[in-house]
T-cell receptor, first 109, second 114 residues
Framework: GQNIDQPTEMTATEGAIVQINCTYQ??????LFWYQQHAGEAPTFLSY??LDGLEEKGRFSSFLSRSKGYSYLLLKELQMKDSASYLC??????????WGAGTKLIIKP | DAMVIQNPRYQVTQFGKPVTLSCSQT?????MYWYQQKSSQAPKLLFH???????NEADTPDNFQSRRPNTSFCFLDIRSPGLGDAAMYLC?????????????FGSGTQLSVL
């Protein structure tokens, strides 16, 4: 079966750095997405990786290792508004999106 | 601004009473999706349209139906809602659902079943 694993919940301090990991086992690979979802709202796109390496976009960066089936989302200079769930999703060989359950990130002052 | 719009934002229905959720898009995207998401769970794909081609997920209950009368609109019909159908329903679009094409989501409809 296809599976995406993420930690259920993480806590970090305002101004700090946090890394949210995602491991996947899917039928083929056509890219990995990270989405942010605030409570009661829809997901919004953060990043896309299809090649190995680090993609940096402002305070957020995303890393991919296809050989390890592994990605992480790195959030720097954390702000209170970063409190949200972060969902990892992989596009498989049939271009279907396989979603993780998300990691709830709690930011403390 | 081009966007995906879902109505209503909150919907309350009674057990067994049919309900319809709506979604419209101004992005002119080919693909429209309906997801069900329960608290702290991954979004679950119910079905999607590529243009007029309807694709039903194998485990989507028959209680759920969908219509896409034109490019801009898509509807989710729940014929006889049960308590287990209470969830957030997310509509999303994608230009062609391939490669790096990301999904654009509407604000969602939170469905309560009494």
């Amino acid at each position: 079966g296809q599976n995406i694993d993420q930690p259920t919940e993480m806590t970090a301090t305002e101004g700090a750095i946090v890394q949210i990991n995602c491991t996947y086992q899917t039928s083929g690979f056509n890219g990995l997405f990270w989405y942010q979802q605030h409570a009661g709202e829809a997901p919004t796109f953060l990043s896309y990786n299809v090649l190995d390496g680090l993609e940096e976009k402002g305070r957020f960066s995303s890393f991919l290792s296809r050989s390890k089936g592994y990605s992480y989302l790195l959030l720097k200079e954390l702000q209170m508004k970063d409190s949200a769930s972060y969902l990892c999703a992989v596009r498989d060989s049939n271009y279907q999106l396989i979603w993780g359950a998300g990691t709830k990130l709690i930011i403390k002052p | 601004d081009a966007m995906v719009i879902q109505n209503p934002r909150y919907q309350v229905t009674q057990f067994g009473k049919p309900v319809t959720l709506s979604c419209s898009q101004t992005l002119n995207h080919n693909v429209m999706y309906w997801y069900q998401q329960k608290s702290s769970q991954a979004p679950k794909l119910l079905f999607h349209y590529y243009d007029k081609d309807f694709n039903n997920e194998a485990d989507t209950p028959d209680n759920f139906q969908s219509r896409r009368p034109n490019t801009s609109f898509c509807f989710l019909d729940i014929r006889s809602p049960g308590l287990g159908d209470a969830a957030m329903y997310l509509c999303a679009t994608s230009r062609d659902g391939q490669g790096a094409e990301k999904l654009f989501f509407g604000s969602g409809t939170q469905l309560s079943v009494l």
